[in-house]
């Protein structure tokens, strides 16, 4: 089957740029911002209800964050971090840990987060390389997953598009798939929620086995899932079970929450609400942590990691020249206080429960347009997404172009910011149209009234002009 046409014709900007986008259209740009809203250069006001990409989560120009900045810049901006470190960054690192209540005991800070899972990969690396278990050369990953766009972290990851262009060089000798746990895709008929666990936690013990239990650093997942199949969370009791087979073999339990953690999922860490409350033994942050005031991603390891490298050379042979930027660190532990001081995360979720049943009302209510084709509405916190399905759907014709892109172009003409996805719905990346809201932790009940709106009315339009 082939790949839908994700990108054609989506809008057609003309403006003029010296900028080689990632797009194939010309992006509009972005002028001012203040909370959830931007405004573009011609002067139009947008919402964002996807905070860019699950990145923006107390809103722009937050009072306290800008000033954080600000007392930052008259003290000192930068300093190389293999010679000197910063007190923004001891703070923020300090927190991190404090704030796990004991699930984490150090950390380190890159520039995002394909960084943050690169230093994850290497981290884990240098672990058994100092433990005295160098034989450990193999990481398992899913499929349907996304780590980071770097090659590495691409070959850790499963995302059937973005890895295409790429296949060639892909180091496909020490990574590893397993399926994804995605109960709505791909849990059988006749099994239970139990029993689908059981299947995946069997596959990944059978290809621990077949690798060669002694060769395995670890198992990596996203907590919930977030661009390739559209905010999955796993099924009740996946992540103990997939934790049990890496403490069976001695291997690391790895999770990437740089899209869903710092309070993405309505918990400061997702795997405190979507991950049957098991810590990992490293995990990977970034988006929320600078909530977009600052490029800054970190890794967190627990006690054991930590010990086994303290027990040898006690350093981390791995870094980057902005690790821990000052600037960056000050804004992220801004945006961090901010989080707590106003309550953030209670609000998140209480918005995040009323974004849903709006959304449900509206996609599948009585006499909904979209309710034939609306796969599933789901998510928690501040993370949603919608999933389309369009199999059975003879009356459309989309004319070659993603329904899921439609929407997101269709969306910014009427100013509302969303995320259209495709390909998350099976295997090969060839299906699925998913749509993905998550709006700032300071959204208000009039704003998600106004995103769920905009966002029917969105989906509603394209599937009026897209009608036979
Ligand atoms: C789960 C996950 N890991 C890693 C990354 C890579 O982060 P960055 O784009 O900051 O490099 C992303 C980005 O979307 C992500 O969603």
Redesign the pocket.
Known sequence: MAAPNTTANIPAGKRPTAILHRTPWVPPVAASAEGIYITLENGRKVIDAVGG??VSCVGHRHPKVLQAIKDQVDKVSYVYNMQLSNQPAEELAKRLIVTSNGAFELCGFVS??????ESVMKLAIQYYGEIGQPKRVNFIARRL?????SLS?LSL?YHPTRRAPYAQQLNTTNFYHVSPAYAKRFQKPDETEEQYVERLRQELEDTFIALGPDTVIGFVA?TV???TTGVVPAPKGYFKAMKSVCDKYGALFIL?????GMGRMGTLHAWQSFGDGVAPDIQ?V??GLGGGYA?I?AFLMSKKVADGLRAGSGFFKHGHTYQGQPLACAAALAVQEVIESENLLENIRVQGAYLESLLQKGLRGPNALAAPYTFDIRGGGGFWAVEFDFSDAANLDFKGIAFAMRVQAHALEHSLVVMGMTGGSNLEGTKGDHIILAPAYTVTKEEIEKIAAMFVQSVEEVLRECSI
């Open positions: 990409a699950a995002g987060g394909t960084e943050a899972m997953s996304f780590h980071g766009n972290t990851a996203e899932v977030g661009a990437d929450e740089v899209m869903s990977a970034a988006k490029t991603g």
